[in-house]
């Protein structure tokens, strides 16, 4: 079986971390985001996975050659000159991905725990031609929203509904049969508007509830959000890999190799990436610290993203969605609220309200 994930856009709504690396490279709870798919999709035994690309590919594909030795499974990408939507990508790949068996697609924002086998399976059971996996969310009117009967046959594919049609709506995970090809034109086309609605009129697309947690992590407050779900679901599938002992509350994970300091207090729902040092005192909650990080001694750092290499200070305070970029320094006792500080860039006053840091 083969797999395509959906890496274009420019990842803007990640910025500033997306200055630094292509979003599916950004760490998820100490993984880059496209491995925690790639490695669902090598666990079901799909041998192939090509990543339609719009931009810097050669930075994905560097990273991701030592990533596919280890897993054992090929790792392609397929470049687009323009952008080529959500289904053109398909029919440029085709030649890779058509083996006469049904393939996998994903949009590589999106992390769940990936039921993928149970996707295979009832593919199989329906006779489908799409299978798409749905869940339910209370703000509907961002997303696809899906209309089925109680077989999970797809009545009315919707893409951003100006009024309410639904709560149930399209996890961006699918699992299609080599006939959508026949769909496709090779021109920039959207999956979701212009081939899930006719699908769904011919009744050839089902879909498969999602159990366990779902979330689009393709910006920070969402990011914070599904890391906390991830953790959770961790709790439960692989407690090992979350850390334990005293200064630890609830469901926090850190790199073998990161640095705490005595007397911390740290989480619920936070992850120390790797030769992160926090120092003495420091209280961290529903936050991330990407690799190389350092926090110093008796600091606050709440609901924030730390990018990889910043350092903060001592007694400063970091709170109401911070996100650091590469390499940015909060200078001691500074407060900041709600900032988005850009790469390389030093804080030395205080930031009460949100605001950009260019
Ligand atoms: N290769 C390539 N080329 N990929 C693209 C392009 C392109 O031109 N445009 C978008 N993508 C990729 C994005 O990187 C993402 O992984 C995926 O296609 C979906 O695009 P988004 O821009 O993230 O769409 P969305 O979040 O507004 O909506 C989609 O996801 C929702 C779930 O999060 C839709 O599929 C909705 O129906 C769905 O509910
Ligand atoms: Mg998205």
């Given at each position: 079986m083969k797999g395509l994930i959906l890496v274009g856009g420019f990842g803007t709504?990640?910025?500033?971390?997306t200055f630094s690396k292509p979003k599916p490279l950004v760490e998820f709870c100490n993984k880059a985001m496209v491995l925690h798919q790639i490695e669902a999709l090598a666990a079901v035994g799909v041998s192939e996975v090509v990543l339609a690309v719009n931009y810097q590919p050669h930075i994905i594909e560097q990273f991701l050659a030592k990533e596919s030795d280890k897993l054992g499974i090929k790792i392609t990408t397929s470049l687009e000159d323009e952008p080529m939507g959500t289904a053109g990508p398909l029919k440029v790949a085709e030649k890779h991905l058509n083996d006469g068996e049904p393939f996998f697609v994903l949009n590589s924002d999106v992390t769940c725990d990936f039921p993928f086998q149970a996707m295979i399976d009832f593919h199989k059971k329906t006779g489908a031609e799409g299978t798409l996996l749905v869940t339910k969310v209370t703000d509907p009117s961002k997303f696809g929203v899906i209309l089925y009967d109680e077989g999970?046959?797809?009545?009315?594919?919707?893409?951003?509904?100006?009024?309410?049609?639904?709560?149930?709506?399209?996890?961006?995970?699918?699992?299609?049969?080599?006939?959508?090809?026949?769909?496709?034109?090779?021109?920039?086309?959207?999956?979701?508007?212009?081939?899930f609605p006719i699908m769904a009129k011919e009744s050839t697309l089902f879909c498969m509830e999602l159990p366990g947690f779902w979330a689009d992590v393709g910006q920070p407050a969402d990011f914070r959000s599904g890391t906390a779900l991830n953790?959770?679901?961790?709790?439960?599938?692989?407690?090992?890999?979350?850390?334990?002992?005293?200064?630890?509350?609830?469901?926090?994970m850190v790199?073998?190799?990161a640095v705490i300091g005595k007397g911390c207090?740290?989480?619920p729902d936070v992850v120390v990436g790797p030769g992160c040092i926090v120092g003495?005192?420091?209280r961290l909650v529903r936050s991330t610290l990407l690799g190389g990080s350092r926090i110093g001694s008796n600091s606050y750092v709440a609901d924030s993203i730390v990018g990889w290499s910043s350092k903060v200070g001592e007694w400063a305070r970091l709170c109401n969605g911070c996100v650091l970029g590469e390499d940015v320094s909060i200078k001691s006792e500074v407060c900041a609220s709600g900032a988005t500080v850009l790469p390389h860039k030093s804080v030395s006053a205080d930031i009460m309200?949100?605001?950009i840091v260019l």
């Open positions: 709504r990640l910025r500033p971390l999970g046959k797809i009545n009315q594919f919707v893409e951003k509904p100006q009024h309410f049609v639904g709560d149930r709506i399209n996890a961006g995970i699918y699992l299609l049969s080599p006939g959508v090809f026949d769909r496709i034109e090779l021109r920039p086309t959207s999956i979701e508007k212009e081939v953790l959770a679901s961790l709790r439960e599938s692989a407690p090992d890999t979350l850390a334990s002992g005293e200064p630890i509350e609830g469901n926090v790199a073998p190799d207090r740290i989480g003495d005192g420091v309200s949100p605001k």
